[in-house]
């Protein structure tokens, strides 16, 4: 009997080994995504039917550019601030293709008409483009191709308020050598067709933060500033600030021209002696323009001025002795174009860019507070969603729907920071993909779910992913997710010394992935503002454009991986950059770490314990003791009491002994699995 029973369990470890060997790739298919995707290469070429037909609009433009003898017409995808994020009414290159991704620029010739994004987006693309619009997955670059589409002495056009000094400047650059002209169009094109169906001009009033939510007031940032153009080497007499952060920041103040952006329309120009900011003062309410001294003149009194005369006004200042000190990465061509070479001082960044990413200590309050109350609101979805996905009745759509509400319930939300990403199965392949009524799929036990959200809060802002699997993930997704929460833990846990640039910290979140030839396709960080941007740089990590870390800044670290049309993996936190406590101070610069201010836990069936190593499950268990530290009193203080029972449960400690003594005998299955399928063990 005692044999016979060994030689049962020696069955069942030996199935499993099996299943999991066979289990442990994914499996393609295509056809899943083929109804969702344009195939311009059949006969008739397939669109979906919930796709834009551009025919109309491409002739339309088409038929502007012979009118004016433009060869070349390029469209890039930002408003007049070089906003990622955009009004509807500068949505002139969604409009036009059909993609609304927020990064790509589109350019149209007589003939052709062709889109380029990076890789986040291409799937993206050819599911929202019809068959008059080619991608471009990089192989050529905008220049090359206009090259090749035009001949000598052709002129290309753009609007010159949508490109950055050095974009406008390396177009010229290389047009001018290939003999073509690159020419200026301050009337925008679409503009022209898109006629009285263009979204009008925001009117909502401009708002200040209350002072609860303020550790400074506009006039202590302004002082500030000047003490930074004071003691710039180059001594520049006026700071144009052009990003719309900047000015909101600079003023404590808010509007609602950007979706889920907290901004509104404005350019601000400052001197030593007075502050000109740029504005539809009828959107200023008498409160607003006596809190801005808007009724004096002298060096804190903010003279209001129209919007659309900076340009105007900028060029009529230069004309005196003075310098004026830009930052090149927000200030488009139009405006720089109108200042003297002699006259300008530049950098990368404006003053206020940087002032503005590290956050005082009120700041940093409110943000903690808040991500306490939006870990509330994600938890309470999760503990929704594991009741309702066996019922077959949710989906993409109504999910992200409810996660809103939720967060819309917690004390001084102000909605979404962004549209949430909420991605069951091949669609969480996608990046940055939302659900519409077309597009969305139903929430199945069997699929893997990505939700990637946010909210804006008077004291902060908030965005965090998660990965989740309600049924049986296979050996490839587990491997993957826990390769991809590694990433996290690594780069979490890195030490570096103050003032190192962020990018230098991004192979910590890919190497556990790279190890087994895994990678993902965009930055694994980005800053993130105080009742702000949800994106704001220059803070960041791996996106090529980031800044020196130092206490007080706030970073995502978001690692993930991509299995097209398959699934998709993210694990997304906020985190303070803080000092570390360290055994030693080499040169007596001190240095860094990262503190989490996210605070929802991982999905624990996705976690394969065998990878990881002893620190960093003794990272993960510190975590989960945070979470269940901070979270659980504020579940408790509002009577959920449901989630509070979820998160005791899903903060529960990992045993690294425990696996290895759970894992052996499967491990042994495994084996004479591989063996039996060699032919072997006979």
Known sequence: ??????????????????????????????????ALMRNCTAKPPYVPSNIVNTTVRLNALRNLMDGHNISVYVIPATDPHLSEYISPRYARRAWMTGFNGSAGIAVVSMTNAVLWTDGRYWIQAERQMDCNWELNRGETTIVNWILQQTKEGEII??????????????????????????????????DIIWGEERPPEPTDNIFKIPSEFLGRTWQEKVKEIRAEMKNNLYQPTALLI??????????????????????????????????????????????????????????????????????QNVEEYAKG???IWIGQEYTTYSVYKVIPESKLVIDK???????????????????????VRDAVAVISYLVWLEKTIPKGTETELSGAHYLNKLRSEQNHSKGPSFETI??????????????????????????????????QYLDGTTDITRTIHWGTPTDFQKEAYTRVLMGQIDTARSIFPARTKGDSLDVWARHSLWEVGLNYRHGTGHGIGSFLGVHEWPV???????????????????????????????????????????????????????????????????IDLSILNEQ???????????????VSPELYAQNLMEEYNWLQKHTQLFSHSAFVTFSFPLLVGVLLGNLILQGKLQ
């Open 157 to 190: 056009a753009a609007d010159p308020f949508l490109f950055s000094v050095d974009l406008w400047i390396s177009y010229e650059k290389a047009l001018v050598q290939g003999k073509r002209q690159f020419v200026s169009k301050e009337s925008n094109l679409v």
């Open 349 to 371: 960044y404006s003053p206020v860019q940087i002032s503005k990413a590290t956050k005082d200590a009120t700041e940093q309050k409110g943000m903690k507070r808040a991500h």
């Open 1 to 34: 009997m005692k044999l016979f029973w060994i030689a049962v369990w020696t069955w069942i470890l030996v199935l499993e080994g099996l299943l999991l060997l066979t289990s442990s790739h994914p499996v393609h298919s295509d056809e899943r995504n083929a």
């Open 321 to 323: 002795n003075v310098t």
């Open 616 to 630: 960093q499950i003794h990272w993960l268990n510190n975590y989960y003791n945070k979470i269940w530290k901070i």
């Open 422 to 455: 909420s991605a069951s199965g091949l669609n969480a392949a996608l990046a940055h993909y939302s659900p519409n009524e077309e597009n969305q799929r139903k929430l199945t036990p069997d699929e893997m779910y990505l939700v990637d959200s946010g909210g």
């Open 242 to 311: 052009s990003a719309l952060d900047e000015s909101a920041w600079l003023f404590n103040l808010r509007g609602n021209d950007i979706p889920y952006n907290p901004f509104f329309e404005s350019y601000t120009l400052l001197t030593a002696d007075w502050i000109r900011l740029f504005v539809n003062e009828s959107r200023l309410p008498p409160d607003i323009k006596e809190y801005l001294n808007a009724h004096c003149t002298t060096a804190e009194c903010v003279q209001l001025k129209p919007y659309d005369q900076i340009q």
């Open 540 to 606: 960041g990590i791996g996106s090529g454009q980031t800044w020196l870390l130092d206490e007080g800044m706030f970073t995502s670290i978001e690692p993930g991986y991509y299995e097209d049309n398959e699934f998709g993996i993210r694990i997304e936190d906020i985190v303070m950059v803080v000092k570390a406590d360290t055994k030693h101070m080499f040169g007596g610069i001190p240095y860094l770490t990262f503190e989490h201010v996210s605070l929802v836990p991982y999905e624990r069936k996705l």
